[in-house]
């Protein structure tokens, strides 16, 4: 595989992994609007954003009530 390739699965991957922090942020409940924002910034930050809330975040959050 070249280094090309590469980089094009890893941005593919980041942008997947994104995808579904977003989502996932979206059908939770933080325990305010402002903890959900702050999670959808940390989110938005290139490459480590994902990191971190699967890291930190990811069991923070409650399921919303009604789902």
Do not use: N
Request: proline residues 3%.
């Amino acid at each position: 595989m070249s280094a090309a390739e590469w980089i094009i699965l890893t941005g593919i991957t980041f942008f997947l992994l994104t995808c579904w922090a977003i989502f996932d942020i979206a059908r939770k409940d933080f325990g305010g609007i402002e903890k959900k924002a702050a999670w959808a910034f940390v989110t938005m930050i290139p490459f480590l954003g994902p990191i971190i809330y699967f890291a930190f975040g990811f069991r923070k959050g409650g399921k919303k009530a009604g789902t």
